[in-house]
């Protein structure tokens, strides 16, 4: 087991710090987090972990090995330790701070110090030395990698097949999916899936078997075509029904994520969304295996986490996140 530092998106901490713990579980099992501070936790992990974190991660940013944590005020000691870990390998020194905090580390002081102890340092060194301040620690760190958010834009919503305003974003997709704790060749469902976006990512991630429901026929078969562009036919099923009636035997899916209906652009066939919602949470608590996880969102104001309790589901944490002036959503991560 080694000690990783991953580095979490601002846009969300909370969501950042649930999809890390997600990653781990479903991937990494027997890993920890050891330490959270503001924008980055500690993790100790197997060797295997930078790899497996940055090809799922939408809300982790960067993963690396870490060389030694200080004090603020021990910083020097910190910096004596490292020309012996390094064994002589050329460095790229970048400083990270989080908020206010080590304002005082500058670059050129980590530069000229480390290169005074027989440190090569070069701007064009591969090996990418971190220095990561944040609530009164330094953590120093060999980079591992960086999260592609190119080829997460490359898959947006308005590149595929077909597409219809309102679609998520491959980013807030591949989050939910995460949080179902789906694992390699297990059986995921999104009882409401549009265009497909979360089965698409679910697909990617590794799922075995990716069953796409939407009550919608034209949604039914667009997201069959966007599955189709993706590679992913061949373990994907696609249902026009409704999600309150899912035709899926007992204890036969490993994991749920789904956005269901809401707003103007959103088909309720009439129902309100609380009526939808539980009548969902119901059904799928019927068709998921024991243990399991449904992950779903829903605007704040209508309390979707009472849903869960209302279908018998154990909450495991509620997430808020901001859209625009009139939407914030509230993300629930609940458990069968």
Same mark, same amino acid.
């Given at each position: 087991m080694k000690v990783y530092y991953a580095t979490l998106s601002g846009e969300n901490l909370s969501l950042a710090l649930e999809e890390l713990k997600a990653i781990l !579980? /479903?991937?990494?099992?027997?890993s920890t987090i050891d330490l959270v501070l503001?924008?980055? =936790? @500690?993790i100790r992990s197997s060797p295997e972990a930078p790899e497996a974190i940055l090809g799922r991660s939408s809300f982790v940013?960067?993963? %690396? !090995?870490v060389l030694g944590v200080a004090e603020?005020? /021990? @910083?020097? !000691?910190? @910096? #004596?330790?490292?020309p012996h870990v390094l064994k002589g390998e050329g460095v790229k020194v970048e400083v990270r701070r989080f908020k206010s905090y080590g304002e005082e580390i500058r670059e050129d002081f980590i530069v000229k110090t480390l290169y005074s102890k027989g440190v090569k340092c070069s701007l064009t060194a591969s090996t990418r030395l971190k220095l990561i301040a944040s609530e009164g620690l330094v953590i120093a760190g060999v980079s591992k990698g960086k999260i592609e958010f190119k080829e997460l834009l490359s898959r947006k919503p308005s590149r595929r097949p077909y597409f219809k305003p309102g679609s998520l974003t491959p980013q807030f997709s591949r989050l939910l999916v995460n949080l179902s704790r789906l694992r390699r060749g297990s059986t995921f469902l999104d009882p409401f899936c549009g265009t497909g976006s979360l089965a698409i990512e679910a697909c990617l991630m590794g799922a %075995? +078997?990716?069953?796409?429901? #939407?009550? #919608?026929?034209? =949604? /039914? +078969?667009?997201?069959?075509?966007?599955l189709s562009a993706y590679g992913c036919s061949g373990k994907a099923l696609t249902i026009m029904g409704d999600a309150t009636r899912t035709p899926i035997a007992p204890g036969s899916v490993d994991s749920i994520a789904t956005d269901p209906p809401y707003g103007r652009l959103a088909s309720t066939r009439g129902r309100g969304y609380s009526e939808i919602v539980l009548g969902f949470l119901e059904e799928a608590a019927r068709v998921a295996r024991k243990g399991s996880y449904i992950v779903y969102a829903g605007p704040h104001h209508y309390n979707p986490w009472k849903l869960a309790l209302e279908a018998g589901l154990k909450i495991v944490s509620r997430h808020h996140m901001f859209v625009h002036g009139s939407l914030t959503r509230e993300i629930v991560v609940a458990r069968v």
């Amino acid at each position: 087991m080694k000690v990783y530092y991953a580095t979490l998106s601002g846009e969300n901490l909370s969501l950042a710090l649930e999809e890390l713990k997600a990653i781990l !579980e /479903s991937e990494l099992p027997g890993s920890t987090i050891d330490l959270v501070l503001e924008g980055v =936790a @500690l993790i100790r992990s197997s060797p295997e972990a930078p790899e497996a974190i940055l090809g799922r991660s939408s809300f982790v940013k960067e993963i %690396g !090995e870490v060389l030694g944590v200080a004090e603020r005020g /021990s @910083l020097g !000691e910190l @910096l #004596d330790s490292l020309p012996h870990v390094l064994k002589g390998e050329g460095v790229k020194v970048e400083v990270r701070r989080f908020k206010s905090y080590g304002e005082e580390i500058r670059e050129d002081f980590i530069v000229k110090t480390l290169y005074s102890k027989g440190v090569k340092c070069s701007l064009t060194a591969s090996t990418r030395l971190k220095l990561i301040a944040s609530e009164g620690l330094v953590i120093a760190g060999v980079s591992k990698g960086k999260i592609e958010f190119k080829e997460l834009l490359s898959r947006k919503p308005s590149r595929r097949p077909y597409f219809k305003p309102g679609s998520l974003t491959p980013q807030f997709s591949r989050l939910l999916v995460n949080l179902s704790r789906l694992r390699r060749g297990s059986t995921f469902l999104d009882p409401f899936c549009g265009t497909g976006s979360l089965a698409i990512e679910a697909c990617l991630m590794g799922a %075995g +078997t990716i069953i796409c429901q #939407d009550i #919608d026929r034209e =949604a /039914s +078969t667009g997201s069959q075509r966007n599955l189709s562009a993706y590679g992913c036919s061949g373990k994907a099923l696609t249902i026009m029904g409704d999600a309150t009636r899912t035709p899926i035997a007992p204890g036969s899916v490993d994991s749920i994520a789904t956005d269901p209906p809401y707003g103007r652009l959103a088909s309720t066939r009439g129902r309100g969304y609380s009526e939808i919602v539980l009548g969902f949470l119901e059904e799928a608590a019927r068709v998921a295996r024991k243990g399991s996880y449904i992950v779903y969102a829903g605007p704040h104001h209508y309390n979707p986490w009472k849903l869960a309790l209302e279908a018998g589901l154990k909450i495991v944490s509620r997430h808020h996140m901001f859209v625009h002036g009139s939407l914030t959503r509230e993300i629930v991560v609940a458990r069968v």
